[in-house]
């Protein structure tokens, strides 16, 4: 935590994802829904005509299909860095459930949070940061006042 209350971090790759090749992070998706609730309409409807196409589109996501008696739908996702996100699905057409489902796949499954700085390295120069005037003599930077 800093100063202002909110938590944050230097920029980094998840995982070191990009210096190699790369590696979805999303492990597994539940999808716990209800046979008959009228809440869980969507979630049939994304089973029916979805789920295949996106199990086929990322083959790395291991999918889940939970039909269980319960009042609202869910979908569990859980990553590779052992974060575990549940969103509820109650109400929500099957379009809405596959953006839904897609965003869950591009994400990280860290939490979204302010980055301190927008560069960072493991090894810091000992010279410093370079800027325009680091070769240049220090009269050019120097501002005569007169008054």
């Excluded at 979805?50 to 086929?56: C, G, P, R």
């Excluded at 269980?68 to 996702?77: D, E, F, N, R, V």
């Excluded at 949070?113 to 003599?137: A, C, E, M, V």
Aim: proline share 5%; with cysteine; charged share 25%.
């Amino acid at each position: 935590m800093t100063s202002r209350g909110t938590p944050s971090r230097f920029l980094q790759s998840v995982l070191r994802n990009g210096l190699g090749r790369y590696v979805c992070q999303l492990k597994r998706l539940t999808l716990v829904f209800s046979k008959e609730a009228r809440s869980s309409h969507g979630a049939r409807e994304f089973i029916e005509e979805n789920i295949v196409d996106f199990a086929k589109q990322n083959p790395s996501i291991v999918m889940y299909v939970a039909p269980q008696k319960c009042s609202h739908p869910k979908l569990i996702a859980e990553y590779l860095n052992g974060a575990v996100k549940e969103e509820q699905i109650n109400r929500k057409t099957g379009e809405e459930i596959v953006q839904l489902v897609q965003k869950l796949a591009n994400q990280s499954g860290l939490d979204i949070i302010r980055i301190r700085k927008l560069y960072h390295t493991d090894s810091p120069s000992i010279q410093g940061q370079w800027h325009p005037f680091i070769n240049k003599p220090t009269s050019l930077n120097v501002k005569d006042r007169k008054s």
